[in-house]
């Protein structure tokens, strides 16, 4: 089986070598470049799940995909929760039945396979907890080993899951972006490949899946608004590729929604740089948030981001850490539904967005539940009252 695809950074436009994680010629973000059409007849052939999808996805060689049962995640429609903010139709994708417990394991499957029928031995990350628990998972699962930097304020169930699975874990003092330049230095070439899931276009091809699955579930004009906790953009970008190569491959009319990002107040360079029209987040100064899975002052994908974002017709808002916790009781209390803050975020931003008008009651809303609630059991907030 040969290649189906060539990596293009997005700036430069100069092509780079499978084994980059980013362009060498100017330093920016890689995109995968089709080479020819993809098989869409043979999607059900497949089965359920990530891998029902790989004639869709970038293949090298023929190596066996690397897979603990990703993807295929259920949706679930959450009327309770849609009365209190006077919405009607609003379902959640529960990315958090994923292996590991995060939408991350899409990205992680993908950039594994990817590693393996490479010949890597060795793959360094950083993350704040998620995508850390993801590569280290999916690493031990193609009989690989990880080093994953982590800021040292990760949660505790975070780092603990990381090492339990078997990578190295090495804490790092200071904000996010101090793992991020750990692992940078201690990557290099050869039989060490840093899985960089801010950077990695491998790991943001995989989040296509997600929205493949949203397709063929609910048609190709079913969504109007799909909300997205943001802040590296993987899940972000990735979806939106997945809405238009689904378009471009089976030759459909499908729509795409309108792509909705959630920030934290405490780092929000994606809405400064929205609402100030600029093409890339402007320097910001940050500060702590219940939403570290976000925290990213200056994601790599921005101008992507921004870009989606306008051509959607979509927004960015910020939300409070007290909303953020408000609606995380709320779910667990109204449907049964536990995530972590940085989830919840986006039910917090679906809050404010229908406050605001932007998304009406008429309206089917999407919202990414992008993690469980057992890896961040962040602060205790009063428990929201019921609704009359």
């Given at each position: 089986m040969t290649a189906?695809?060539?990596l293009?950074c997005?700036?430069c436009r100069?092509?780079?070598?499978?084994?980059?994680?980013?362009?060498?010629?100017c330093?920016?973000v890689l995109?995968?470049a089709w080479?020819?059409?993809a098989?869409?007849?043979?999607?059900?052939?497949?089965?359920?799940?990530?891998?029902?999808?790989?004639?869709?996805?970038?293949?090298?060689?023929?190596?066996?995909i690397?897979t603990?049962g990703?993807?295929?995640?259920?949706?679930?429609?959450?009327?309770?929760?849609a009365a209190?903010?006077?919405l009607?139709r609003?379902g959640?994708?529960l990315e958090?039945?994923?292996?590991?417990?995060?939408?991350k394991?899409?990205?992680?499957?993908?950039?594994?396979?990817?590693?393996?029928?490479?010949?890597?031995e060795?793959?360094?990350?950083?993350s704040?907890?998620?995508?850390?628990?993801?590569?280290?998972?999916y690493?031990a699962?193609?009989g690989?080993?990880?080093v994953?930097f982590?800021?040292?304020?990760?949660?505790?169930?975070?780092r603990?899951?990381i090492?339990?699975?078997g990578?190295e874990v090495v804490p790092?003092?200071g904000?996010?972006a101090?793992?991020?330049?750990?692992?940078?230095?201690?990557?290099?070439?050869?039989?060490v490949y840093?899985?960089?899931h801010?950077?990695?276009?491998?790991f943001?091809a995989?989040?296509?899946?997600?929205?493949?699955?949203l397709?063929?579930?609910?048609?190709?004009t079913?969504?109007d608004?799909?909300v997205i906790?943001t802040g590296?953009g993987?899940?972000?970008?990735g979806a939106?590729?997945g809405?238009?190569?689904?378009?471009?491959v089976t030759g459909?009319t499908?729509?795409?929604?309108r792509?909705?990002?959630?920030q934290?107040?405490?780092?929000?360079p994606?809405?400064a740089?929205?609402?100030r029209g600029l093409?890339d987040?402007?320097?910001?100064?940050?500060h702590?948030?219940?939403?570290?899975?976000?925290e990213i002052?200056r994601?790599?994908r921005?101008?992507l981001?921004?870009?989606?974002?306008?051509?959607?017709?979509?927004?960015?808002?910020?939300?409070e850490d007290?909303e953020?916790?408000a609606?995380?009781e709320?779910?667990a209390?109204?449907?049964?539904?536990?995530l972590?803050?940085?989830?919840?975020?986006?039910?917090a931003g679906?809050?404010?967005?229908?406050r605001?008008?932007?998304v009406?009651r008429?309206?089917?809303?999407i919202?990414?539940?992008?993690?469980?609630?057992?890896?961040?059991?962040?602060?205790?907030g009063?428990?929201?009252s019921?609704p009359?």
């Amino acid at each position: 089986m040969t290649a189906n695809h060539r990596l293009i950074c997005t700036l430069c436009r100069e092509e780079a070598d499978r084994t980059d994680w980013r362009c060498r010629a100017c330093g920016g973000v890689l995109q995968i470049a089709w080479t020819g059409p993809a098989p869409a007849g043979r999607i059900a052939a497949h089965g359920r799940g990530l891998w029902r999808y790989r004639p869709l996805l970038p293949l090298m060689g023929s190596g066996e995909i690397v897979t603990l049962g990703e993807g295929g995640t259920p949706l679930v429609w959450i009327e309770r929760w849609a009365a209190v903010h006077q919405l009607g139709r609003v379902g959640l994708k529960l990315e958090s039945l994923n292996p590991t417990g995060s939408f991350k394991d899409r990205g992680a499957a993908v950039l594994a396979s990817h590693a393996r029928a490479l010949g890597i031995e060795r793959l360094i990350e950083d993350s704040s907890g998620n995508a850390g628990a993801s590569i280290a998972a999916y690493a031990a699962r193609a009989g690989l080993t990880a080093v994953i930097f982590v800021p040292a304020s990760a949660p505790t169930a975070k780092r603990a899951q990381i090492a339990r699975l078997g990578a190295e874990v090495v804490p790092i003092a200071g904000p996010r972006a101090a793992a991020a330049e750990a692992a940078v230095a201690a990557a290099g070439r050869g039989a060490v490949y840093y899985a960089a899931h801010n950077w990695n276009p491998y790991f943001a091809a995989g989040m296509a899946t997600f929205a493949y699955e949203l397709i063929e579930e609910l048609g190709e004009t079913g969504i109007d608004h799909l909300v997205i906790p943001t802040g590296g953009g993987s899940l972000f970008v990735g979806a939106y590729d997945g809405f238009v190569r689904w378009r471009d491959v089976t030759g459909t009319t499908v729509r795409v929604p309108r792509f909705q990002a959630v920030q934290s107040v405490g780092c929000a360079p994606l809405v400064a740089a929205f609402q100030r029209g600029l093409d890339d987040v402007p320097p910001i100064v940050r500060h702590p948030t219940v939403a570290g899975g976000i925290e990213i002052e200056r994601p790599p994908r921005s101008r992507l981001i921004l870009s989606i974002l306008r051509t959607t017709g979509g927004t960015a808002v910020a939300v409070e850490d007290a909303e953020i916790i408000a609606e995380r009781e709320r779910l667990a209390e109204l449907e049964g539904i536990d995530l972590e803050p940085t989830a919840a975020a986006a039910l917090a931003g679906l809050a404010r967005l229908a406050r605001d008008g932007v998304v009406r009651r008429e309206e089917t809303v999407i919202v990414a539940a992008t993690g469980a609630g057992w890896k961040d059991p962040g602060p205790l907030g009063s428990s929201p009252s019921r609704p009359e």
